[in-house]
């Protein structure tokens, strides 16, 4: 067995692959409160031993950071973030922690890697293990199933095994989001419903207002589109129909497909083919089974 893999019994399930995802912790007797006042989902309904997409958001509504939040005790939670570094969220978290009694640590002595294949114990949004041995969380759908560990050591890295991942985020509806592509998407623009990523029902947080007026007024025009689209294509890209921009790409992975989300309009014409840097983008269905709740 190689040295750097956990002994687990999750190893029967055969090896892993090193994954970019950092950790951030909240605990404290005020950690729970502080996470339902800040994030966009209901932290406080979420009970120990379960999972739930979240994000934190700008007061305009833009998603800032989009993570897997673990309720592990009754005070602790974690958050998973695949695209923005811990101490960076850290940071700018404290500013508003004020008298409450929550400590925000970066926990760089877990490590997140990933299976394509289904979980041993994990089941929808409940966790199994610990983090001092191996926390396995259900990342996948039936027709695209995943495992994800975090773990005290550290799992091997595969660059392709990492792609086919990032790869498998975009075909389940899960929008990665690079630093240019922060602050600039509502939730509903990410179509975070298909993740169960936020309420309109809870108490106030940071873009509340936004968020519900749109839900509410049901004035959402547009929503992510997974695409099928031309070697190269990277964040930020223009999509284009009839010789119109009408969207941008906000995610890519993959290489044979090259893969995309973009944000596109609800209501278009789908006679007219969609073209990323003058090729041909074709949308695919999404795999469902990623929403957590």
């Not at 800040?38 to 950071?65: E, H, I, S």
């Not at 596109?264 to 007219?272: H, V, W, Y």
Request: hydrophobic share 45%.
């Amino acid at each position: 067995m190689p040295d750097n893999q956990p002994t687990s019994h999750a190893n029967a399930a055969g090896p892993r692959t090193a994954l970019q995802s950092q950790v951030l912790a909240l605990d404290g007797p005020d950690a729970v409160a502080f996470a339902h006042a800040q994030f966009c989902n209901d932290v406080a309904a979420l009970p120990p031993g379960r999972w739930q997409w979240n994000a934190w958001l700008t007061a305009k509504g833009r998603v800032v950071a989009l993570f897997a939040l673990l309720r592990t005790g009754e005070q602790a939670l974690r958050l998973l973030l695949p695209d923005m570094e811990a101490e960076e969220l850290a940071q700018a978290l404290r500013r508003y922690v004020f008298r409450r009694k929550v400590a925000i640590t970066p926990r760089p002595d877990l490590h997140a890697s990933g299976r394509l294949a289904a979980p041993l114990r994990a089941q929808g949004p409940v966790l199994d293990g610990t983090e001092e041995d191996d926390l396995e969380l259900d990342f996948g759908g039936p027709a695209l199933p995943r495992s994800l560990y975090l773990s005290r050591r550290p799992a091997d890295a595969d660059a392709a095994q990492a792609e086919a991942w990032a790869a498998a985020d975009l075909r389940l509806g899960l929008p990665r989001l690079p630093a240019a592509q922060r602050e600039q998407w509502t939730p509903q623009q990410l179509s975070l419903e298909r993740l169960a990523a936020y309420s309109v029902r809870k108490g106030c947080y940071p873009g509340q207002e936004i968020v519900a007026r749109t839900h509410f007024l049901g004035k959402a025009k547009r929503g992510l589109v997974l695409l099928r689209v031309p070697a190269g294509t990277v964040p930020g890209a223009e999509v284009a129909q009839a010789g119109a921009t009408v969207g941008t790409v906000v995610s890519a992975a993959g290489h044979d497909p090259r893969l995309a989300l973009a944000v596109l309009p609800l209501e278009r014409d789908t006679s007219a083919p969609l073209q990323v840097d003058g090729a041909e983008a074709v949308p695919e269905p999404f795999v469902e089974g990623l929403a957590r709740a």
